[in-house]
Every structure is written in C-alpha cells, then in structure tokens.
DNA sequence: TTTTATTGATTAGGAATCCTAACTAGATAA
DNA sequence: TTATCTAGTTAGGATTCCTAATCAATAAAA
C-alpha cells in the first residue's frame, strides 16, 4: 500500500485562497480512498477504481452501458470492457432491455449490492465526522447547497419538464 | 466528442437524498472536465487528464516526484512516467533539487503555467455561475465549509505546524 | 413496404496509464 | 566503514482507454 497515507509535510499553501475546484478533487477523492480501502479490508481484493462510476451511477433496476459511460465520462468501448471485468468479478450482471432489444441493462448482483453498502457505510461515517467538525447547522447547509449545485451540475439548462 | 453531453432524461433520482460523497464527485468530475475543455479549445489539445494532479499539487518552486505520487494517489513509477509525458510535451521540467541530490523537482515552464490561468479563469467562472445560483452569502459559506473540511482531510490528526 | 438513417452495443487493434519487483545512487546512522 | 533508508528509475506486464469498424434493432422517409 505505497499510495495511501499522503500526511507527511504540510503543504504550506493557504487553504482560504484555495479554489472550489481543488476542494472538491481533494475531498472527493479522500472519500473514494475511504471507501475503496474499506471495501479491500472487508475481502473484495478485487475491487478497483474505475469501478466507482458504475456503482455510483448505476440505477437500481439496472442502468444502459450508453448511459453509464456518459456519466462515468469514458467511451462506449471503454464501459463495456469495464462492464466485462465487473462481470467476471460478480458485481453485476447483464439483462436484456425490455423496452429495447438492441440494449442490456447493466445490473448489481447481491455481491454488487455489498459494495454499495460498505460505500454507504463509510461515507456516512465521513459524513458524522465532517458534521462534528462544521456543527450541525453548518453541516446541514453544506449539504444542501452541494445537493443543489450538482442537481445544477446534472440538469444544466432548463432541461426535461 | 462522444464523452461529453450527459445531459439526455432525467437522473430520476431524489436530489435530495443524495450522499456528500455523490454530490463531491459530479461537481469535481463537471469542473474538470470544463478545464479539459477549455485547455483543448484554447489549443492544447495534447491536454490529458492524468496531468490534472500535477498541476492541481506542483508548488510553484517544484515539487517532489514522491510528494505529487502520494498527493495524486498513484505509485512512483506511474508519476514518473507521467512527468516523463509531461515534460516531452513542454509542460513541466525537472531541475536538481538543491537540498538532497537523489531528488528532483517537477517545476512548470511557461507553457504549463499557462494550463494553470486556464484552469483558474474556468473555476473562476463556474464559481460565479454558482454564487448567483446559490446567493452570495450562502456560496461564501459553502467556500468556507469545503475549505475547512479539506484541511482537515489533508492535515488528518494532529499533524506537525 | 423498402430504403435510409440512427442508435445500442461489441469487436479489433493500439496507445496510455498504472502496478509490482528490482535496481541505482545518495543520505543517514550504527 | 557497513547497514539501512530514501528518491527516483527501469523492466515487464496488466488494466484502462481510445478510434474505427461492425452488427443488430429501431425509427424515419420514400
């Protein structure tokens, strides 16, 4: 584990001039760290990174590939081939799109599921610290206005309805 | 451009039960990618992503292979070989480090430093978008709040000053 | 209907990224 | 000195990602 403790010298930059942008990289990637740590501690030794979108992304009764590599930022190709590994593993499965006989569905597996709940797990205990360290209040009002800014973020114009 | 748009129906999902950790990762994956954009249309269209971190952690008078490895959350031999890219493409040099001759600092040239004014007017810009969409006080308090949690992810215990 | 275009997904082939293991050279300490 | 540690690179291989081409199903047009 070369790539994890990051904690040495202090980085000397003066946090109130940080950007919103280097914030939101450092702190989402801290979270990502977290979880995949966890995951790796509770036996899914196989659990890499660049599954993270598709866990993140995928819906409930299963999601498009065409859906998931836009969200996840990648290429149709590049999906699939993650989608294939991810399928091996065990972590979701392909089902054939009622509504559409040329598209699957990509889908979690029970094992799918259980990285999802260590993601949760975990992410709600970042949260409880984070709520410790800002206050209640303040904590509330973080989350609201990310929550606004990325539903923002997903529906840039005035999109649908 | 066939990663770009995301924007076709509706997430569907209650914003408002999404987890921090969701809501980090849209809005830092929709800034980078602006900045992606925005260094490709500005004519470098040699721009990766995977020089992001260099040029979100190099300190202005250089910084450490070993440091941008950690900060960036890779191995050594995969930082140096991205430098290596880097520096053949004119955006980083390495020059001796002058206080333990094993090492050596990545520094940006001019060229590089010109993806660092494109990446700040960019978040500069989705910054402005934000506050009016969110009100001047409370985007100043979302700041402030992000701004904190990241010290304390980035300096976790008690660490060092 | 038949034709044409579009869309969802995969295959093929190659480039870029990332890893572990092993190594070199300089620093540190016994 | 000798042993150990640290900064970085090299070597070799696995994984991720891309563009281009393809196939099959849907949608649109004639």
Redesign the pocket.
């Known amino acids: ?3 994890r403790d990051m904690s040495e010298q202090p980085l000397n930059i003066p946090y109130d001039a940080l950007m919103i942008g280097a914030t939101l990289n450092i702190l989402a990637q801290t979270l990502n760290r977290r979880v995949a740590r966890a995951a790796h501690e509770r036996g899914f030794i196989d659990f ?4 993270h979108p598709v866990f993140q992304w995928c819906r409930t009764e299963g999601s ?4 998931l590599a836009e969200r996840a ?6 999906m ?6 991810m399928e091996r593993l065990g972590y979701v499965e ?1 089902v054939p ?1 009622p509504r ?6 990509i889908r979690r597996t029970p094992r799918g599921w259980e990285i999802n709940r260590i993601a949760r797990d975990t992410i709600e205990a970042a949260q409880d610290e984070w709520r410790r360290a800002l206050g209640e209040d303040e904590f509330a009002q973080l989350l609201s206005a990310l929550r606004r800014l990325t539903r923002l973020a997903i529906e840039p114009a005035g999109a649908s309805e």
């Not at 930022?73 to 590049?78: A, N």
């Open positions: 584990m070369s790539k890499r990174a660049a599954f498009r590939l065409t859906e930022g990648v290429t149709k190709p590049s699939s081939e993650i989608v294939d590994v392909r799109d559409d006989r040329r598209a699957t569905l």
